[in-house]
Structures are given as structure tokens and as C-alpha cells.
């Protein structure tokens, strides 16, 4: 399997704290943004499906993330998964999972499964999620802050640049260690998708000739920032054909 993923790191410095505490004005209220509390697990899952359905070579499975999330929300520990929330309903999530970097001698954290619902992009939710992640780590006396996003992401890579994080030479490798886990990935390769705005449908077994995607490439290979050929939506406007 290609690896799919760069890893970018934020050192959390004071120098780096500067570019993320400019006044900056969001039309929501900081307020909005709450740590996730039991509960919270069905509207976080549900997320998530958007954020696997979009990312290269995730699949969404929400009985496995619900599981997951649970695991964080009832052990603080481990990690803290902050959420948007407007009229009360979660439109955007982010999470710091915990671990040590020996290097630093200090508490490290992950930062992963950032997503805001189509309908709240582009008004700096993610932004602002992002931002009280990363005054949290500050706060809690965390010294790195390392996420991973697909290498083709222009935009997230952009977006994650623009708050203060720095692209790593580090490479990224992992290996599943349960072999069902893998059959579960590759379950649905064959399966056609279809385009929530247009109905159009994606065959894996044609692909798309117009975006150059060859026959035979599953959905979850498709690059993060494809899109419908025939109304443009992108990949988290598709669902899988049971
Ligand atoms: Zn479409």
C-alpha cells in the first residue's frame, strides 16, 4: 500500500505562539468550542464518516470509531477531543491524542481527526479549532503538537503552514496487526460510490478518465482533492452503494 501521508510538526515555542494570537474575528463565538464530553460519541462518529470518506485510504466504519472515541472521552489520559457545537449539534471536531517524546523530555501530542461539516467550511471553524487545540498544549506544558495529512492536500498543507506547523523529512510507516483489519479496508474496493448533488456514480472498475484516474482504483485511492466530474463536489459528497 503507498504511503499516503506527510508528517507535519509544530514545536511549540514562543515564536510560533505569535503567528496564532493575532486578534482575529470569527463569525461564531470561541465559546462554541467545548471539550467532548460522554455523550458526544454518535455526532463525533458521524463526523468522522465525512473525514474517512474524504481522506486516501480510509473507509468510515462507525461502530469502530464510536468505539474509539468512547475510549478517549472516558480516558482522559489518553487524549482530549474538542468540538464546535452550534445549535446544539457538533459541526466540527479535533483531537490531541497524548504521548512522550524522550527527545524533549516533555509531553508530545498527536494531532488528528480535525473535520468541520461541508456546510460550516470556509467561515474558520477549523481555524478556530485548531487554535485552542494548540493553546491547550501550550497550557497543559505539551512540546510538539505532530500531525499527518494526505500528501496531496495542498490546501490542509497550506492551512496547517499558515499555523506555524512545519513540514518533517520524517517518513511515515505502520502495519496493521490484525489481518481482518486490512480485509475490512479493502472490503468495499470494488464497490461503486454515488454523488450525494448530482447522483452520478463512481466505478472503481472504469475510474475516471477525465481526472486521469486509472480503471481499477478504488474510492479511498482517489486523491483528497478529486472531484465529481459532473458537479464538482468532492469526495466527502459520496456515498457507498450498499
Ligand atoms: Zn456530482
Given at each position: 500500500?503507498?504511503?499516503?501521508?506527510?508528517?507535519?510538526?509544530?514545536?511549540?515555542?514562543?515564536?510560533?505562539?505569535?503567528?496564532?494570537?493575532?486578534?482575529?474575528?470569527?463569525?461564531?463565538?470561541?465559546?462554541?468550542?467545548?471539550?467532548?464530553?460522554?455523550?458526544?460519541?454518535?455526532?463525533?462518529?458521524?463526523?468522522?464518516?465525512?473525514?474517512?470518506?474524504?481522506?486516501?485510504?480510509?473507509?468510515?466504519?462507525?461502530?469502530?470509531?464510536?468505539?474509539?472515541?468512547?475510549?478517549?472521552?472516558?480516558?482522559?489520559?489518553?487524549?482530549?477531543?474538542?468540538?464546535?457545537?452550534?445549535?446544539?449539534?457538533?459541526?466540527?471536531?479535533?483531537?490531541?491524542?497524548?504521548?512522550?517524546?524522550?527527545?524533549?523530555?516533555?509531553?508530545?501530542?498527536?494531532?488528528?481527526?480535525?473535520?468541520?461539516?461541508?456546510?460550516?467550511?470556509?467561515?474558520?471553524?477549523?481555524?478556530?479549532?485548531?487554535?485552542?487545540?494548540?493553546?491547550?498544549?501550550?497550557?497543559?506544558?505539551?512540546?510538539?503538537?505532530?500531525?499527518?495529512?494526505?500528501?496531496?492536500?495542498?490546501?490542509?498543507?497550506?492551512?496547517?503552514?499558515?499555523?506555524?506547523?512545519?513540514?518533517?523529512?520524517?517518513?511515515?510507516?505502520?502495519?496493521?496487526?490484525?489481518?481482518?483489519?486490512?480485509?475490512?479496508?479493502?472490503?468495499?474496493?470494488?464497490?461503486?460510490?454515488?454523488?450525494?448533488?448530482?447522483?452520478?456514480?463512481?466505478?472503481?472498475?472504469?475510474?475516471d478518465q477525465e481526472s486521469r484516474v486509472?480503471?481499477?482504483?478504488?474510492?479511498?485511492?482517489l486523491p483528497?482533492?478529486w472531484s465529481?466530474p459532473?458537479?464538482?463536489?468532492?469526495?466527502?459528497?459520496?456515498?457507498?452503494?450498499?
Amino acid at each position: 500500500m503507498e504511503l499516503a501521508y506527510c508528517r507535519i510538526v509544530l514545536k511549540i515555542a514562543e515564536q510560533d505562539m505569535a503567528t496564532i494570537q493575532h486578534n482575529v474575528s470569527y463569525p461564531f463565538s470561541m465559546n462554541q468550542i467545548r471539550t467532548a464530553a460522554a455523550g458526544d460519541e454518535r455526532q463525533c462518529a458521524a463526523l468522522l464518516a465525512i473525514l474517512f470518506a474524504q481522506e486516501k485510504e480510509f473507509l468510515p466504519d462507525a461502530e469502530a470509531q464510536a468505539r474509539g472515541l468512547a475510549a478517549i472521552i472516558g480516558n482522559p489520559e489518553l487524549g482530549r477531543i474538542f468540538v464546535f457545537e452550534s445549535g446544539g449539534l457538533i459541526r466540527g471536531m479535533v483531537m490531541l491524542l497524548f504521548t512522550v517524546s524522550t527527545w524533549l523530555g516533555k509531553k508530545v501530542a498527536l494531532l488528528e481527526d480535525m473535520i468541520v461539516a461541508p456546510e460550516w467550511r470556509e467561515k474558520g471553524v477549523g481555524s478556530a479549532l485548531v487554535d485552542h487545540a494548540i493553546e491547550y498544549a501550550k497550557t497543559e506544558d505539551f512540546g510538539r503538537i505532530t500531525l499527518l495529512t494526505d500528501s496531496d492536500n495542498q490546501s490542509a498543507q497550506r492551512f496547517y503552514l499558515s499555523k506555524g506547523f512545519s513540514r518533517s523529512e520524517m517518513v511515515v510507516f505502520r502495519k496493521l496487526l490484525d489481518t481482518s483489519d486490512l480485509a475490512a479496508i479493502k472490503e468495499h474496493d470494488a464497490d461503486p460510490w454515488m454523488c450525494r448533488e448530482c447522483g452520478w456514480l463512481y466505478d472503481p472498475a472504469e475510474g475516471d478518465q477525465e481526472s486521469r484516474v486509472k480503471a481499477g482504483t478504488p474510492f479511498r485511492l482517489l486523491p483528497s482533492d478529486w472531484s465529481c466530474p459532473v458537479c464538482f463536489a468532492g469526495k466527502a459528497f459520496f456515498d457507498l452503494l450498499p
